[in-house]
């Protein structure tokens, strides 16, 4: 399985992801990153910040960044 | 070689050296090595040998039928996996090694007269059953209670401890060959969100990890984070700093100010002729 790299980008910097993790495809990679933005942004919710401006870039074990998810589009935003 | 399962119950009582003895005799039965992710003991299994982990990391789990999985507790060297297999019928859960894990297989028939035969060891035994269960009770606050940076912050504080007390490190760095997968599948946290608080505990300078080791920056800040509090593990001997044992953990156990008055009154009556004992 081909291994892909989840890199946070948000107000706090960048915090790599040295590990990776094995998933059978970019589908994968995509839904991983997705639920990873949503459990981050809830646990920010949590502590009363709602900050959509970060991003997770997906890389390769080479570095190679294949895809982005900005936060802003892994959740549908409401406001008044 | 030492023997964690002695190292772990002398936090409870003192041993006589017979059984000391018997405790150590039980290394002599074969053992087992299991690669990381094999499994131990698998659900439904009717296990004839108790399986009491020497070296390595294993993990108690559940499977959901769409796999995603639920770790819930962790045994280091010392724990034994099944000591509930003579009474119970069959597992109702995995144990799962979590890196290269060596058991040693004590058959049951041998367990049940050790506890016939020396009631310090059956006390101690179910002294260790009863941590296992507050163990699993700090898990459940952890879940309901803790937010993500205090969960993980509170398994490094219970696991450097556990692997204190039974030698597996002397200093503030513990092996932890857990991927980030399986520190969420133990937080119920995602994988990116356990790099992510990984990253933010490492920034403020709490812990570091490399190469599956795991090290303790600041153990007093770490604690505060957890909101932890050690006396669920029932150290008794740590707590009332009593002889060698207290040596290996009590940089991180706070005496217990009931335990050691307690300890002291008996010093002073023993010659008087009326201790307790």
Known sequence: LPRFHFHVHDHSGV????????????????????KGVRSILSYEVLHGLIDVTGRIDVADPDGWVLFSIPAVDAVRLRTP | MDNPLLMKLEQFTAFQPSERMRLDELLNY???????????????DKVGDIHLILTGLATRSKTLRDGSRQLMAFLVPGDLCDVEVFILEAMDHDIIALSETTCVLIPATEMESLLTESSSITRAMWWSTMTDSAVLREWIVNHGQRDARERLARIFCELLIRYRIVGGTTDESFP?????EELAEATGMTPVHVNRMLGQLRSEGLIDLNSKTLTVLDFDRLKKVAQYDVDYLHLTRTQRRDGAVAERAADLVPPSNHSVMQHALERVKRPFGVSQD
């Open chain 1, 15 to 34: 915090t790599h992801d040295v590990q990776g993790r094995e998933l059978p495809d970019l589908a994968a990679a995509r839904a991983e990153a997705i």
């Open chain 2, 30 to 44: 074969p053992t087992k090595t299991y690669a990381r992710g094999k499994e131990i003991i698998s659900h439904g």
């Open chain 2, 176 to 180: 932890f060959p857990l991927t980030q």
